[in-house]
């Protein structure tokens, strides 16, 4: 199917942002808004955003891809990801005025930006969905447990380990305050728990992990989440599951539809492990459509 690419410029907050808008001939009226967390190359991995959009383009699905303020090619001074809302605000706004038709907007992002569009979807009606890949539950508790289980272990079963012990290459009081420190933060006390019903307030002082399960509860709509095989990021979202029973009840959830890509690393990187998350979005997609 044939596509046309628009540059665009708008604005958010006094700043100029810059998007494009991937617009089939035969537009169906689902569109995805990719949104993209923290400073990212164009090529290399992260080109897996323009080669997605254009894969979703092709099958009739409008999608744009921005630059959010301080980033990129956009204006302004750098922000948090969990300070995003009026930068995908603003985006939306220019996607439908520029594609009239469009009646659904899914958010799609990796990382932070899948965390990014989980604060944001539950406030805004025009979000009927959402693809959140390795999404990013960063506690200093769950890294470091997420290190000693990934990392530790898998140190004292290697080989080129055992060989630097045994040649005295090995720094062995260095390694071990790293330990002591990786288990003193992992044994920490976890936040109270909120007690929040369907339409509460949430709290941004509320630990991440916590903030974005009150998030999604609040957001309605079907989800896709991607999980990689080999990514910390997502071992630690995995740790929080398991941990967390309100998680555990969100993710057995009709709309919820997991996959998990066994040997894929965090940006999906290779062309077999891009073209399975297209494929995954796309099968998604058409069912929503």
Known sequence: MQVNELP???????EQLIGIIHQPVNKLKVGILIVVGGPQYRVGSHRQ????????????????????????????AQRRFDQSDDDI????????????????????????????????????VRVNGMVLLNPWVFTEQGAAKTYLKHYY?????????????????FGLMQSLGSLINLLKQAAGVHNIE???????????????????RECLRQFSYPVLLIL?????????????????????????????????L???????????????????????????N
């Open 194 to 212: 909120p007690k929040c019903g369907k339409t509460d307030f949430i709290d941004d002082n509320l630990p991440l992990p916590i903030r974005m």
């Open 228 to 260: 990689s095989g080999r990514d910390l990021t997502a071992e630690e979202f995995k740790g929080v599951v398991k941990n967390d029973v309100g998680w555990q009840t969100l993710l057995e959830q009709a709309r919820v539809i997991k996959h998990d």
């Open 49 to 76: 955003f323009l080669l997605l959009a254009r894969s979703l383009a092709a099958q009739g699905f409008p999608v744009m891809r921005f630059d959010v303020r301080g980033m990129g090619d956009s204006g302004g």
């Open 262 to 288: 066994a040997d894929a690393d965090h940006t999906f990187s290779s062309e077999a492990w891009r073209s399975q998350v297209s494929a995954w979005t796309l099968d998604w997609l058409n069912k929503l």
């Open 8 to 14: 665009l410029v708008f604005e958010c907050q006094g």
């Open 153 to 169: 272990l898998q140190r004292l079963l290697s080989k080129d380990f055992w060989q630097k012990v045994f040649s005295f290459k």
């Open 89 to 124: 605000r603003a985006a939306i706004d220019c996607f439908l005025s520029s594609c009239p038709q469009l009646n659904q907007v899914i958010l799609w992002g990796l990382c932070d930006a899948a965390s990014a569009s989980c604060f944001y979807a539950y406030q805004d």
